[in-house]
C-alpha cells in the first residue's frame, strides 16, 4: 500500500524540549516537505527537500530542523527555539524531475498534531 | 499582493446545488494549478491537477484556469454532505518544485 505516514499521530511536549516527527514515504518520490497548518493561515512551509542529502528553507523554519539522509525519510524536529509549537504539522512528497519534466504534484499524509503543555 | 488569495469563507449550500470555488494569483511564472480536498483534522487529498490555462473535468468537479486574469476556479455539481470540507487551491512553477497554497475555503453542504 503506497503512500505517507507520519507519527505519532498526538504529541505532548513540555516547554523546553525537542521533539521529533516522524515522515516516511514509499511512493519513491524524490522531493519531500514539511508544513505547519494554524488555524485561519493556511499551509506555510517549513522545509523542504528536492533530492536525497539536501535541503532548503522554507518559509518559516526558524526553530526547526530536519534531515534527509534517506530518500523515504524526512524528520522534522522542533526545538525550544520554535517560541509557538502548538500546531498541526503535515509532510507531503512529490515525484520531482522525471522524463523532463516537473511532477510537483505533492501527496500528503494524515499529520501530526503537537501540542505543547 | 499575497501571492495566492481565496475567500475563506465560510461557504454553506443545500445539498444538490452548484458551488464554485475560486482563487485569484500574481505570479505569471505559475503553470501547475491544484485542488485540495481537507477533511478535519486529515492531511490534504489531491482532488484536480492542471496544467496551463484551460478545463478539466472530473465525474462532478470541474476545474478551470484562466491565466490571462490569472484566476483558478473549482467547480462542484450535485454537491453532497459528503463534500463538506476545506478546499485549497495550489500553484506551482519553475525549476523548484514548491507550491504557494491558498489560505482554503470552508465548504459546507446541508442535507
Known amino acids: 500500500d503506497g503512500g505517507i505516514t507520519q507519527s505519532p499521530k498526538y504529541l505532548f511536549r513540555k516547554e523546553g524540549q525537542n521533539v521529533t516527527l516522524s515522515c516516511e514515504q514509499n511512493l519513491n518520490h524524490d522531493a519531500m516537505y514539511w508544513y505547519r497548518q494554524d488555524p485561519g493561515q493556511g499551509l506555510r512551509l517549513i522545509y523542504y527537500?528536492?533530492?536525497?542529502?539536501?535541503?532548503q528553507k522554507g518559509d518559516i523554519a526558524e526553530g526547526y530542523s530536519v534531515s534527509r539522509e534517506k530518500k523515504e525519510s524526512f524528520p522534522l524536529t522542533v526545538t525550544s527555539a520554535q517560541k509557538n509549537p502548538t500546531a498541526f504539522y503535515l509532510c507531503?512528497?512529490?515525484?520531482?524531475?522525471?522524463?523532463?519534466?516537473?511532477?510537483?504534484?505533492?501527496?500528503f499524509g494524515p499529520g501530526t498534531r503537537l501540542t505543547v503543555l | 499582493q499575497k501571492e495566492v488569495e481565496q475567500d475563506p469563507g465560510p461557504l454553506s449550500v443545500p445539498e444538490g446545488a452548484i458551488v464554485s470555488l475560486n482563487c485569484t494569483y500574481s505570479n505569471s511564472a505559475f503553470q501547475y494549478f491544484m485542488w485540495y480536498r481537507q477533511y478535519s483534522r486529515k492531511g490534504p487529498e489531491l482532488l484536480m491537477y492542471t496544467y496551463s490555462s484551460g478545463n478539466k473535468e472530473d465525474g462532478r468537479f470541474t476545474a478551470q484556469v484562466d491565466k490571462s486574469s490569472k484566476y483558478i476556479s473549482l467547480f462542484i455539481r450535485d454537491s453532497q454532505p459528503s463534500d463538506s470540507a476545506t478546499y485549497l487551491c495550489a500553484t506551482g512553477g519553475g525549476s523548484n518544485y514548491k507550491l504557494t497554497f491558498g489560505k482554503g475555503t470552508l465548504l459546507t453542504v446541508n442535507p
Open positions: 507531503a512528497s512529490s515525484m520531482g524531475l522525471a522524463g523532463g519534466r516537473i511532477y510537483n504534484e505533492q501527496f
Open positions: 527537500s528536492q533530492i536525497v542529502n539536501d535541503f
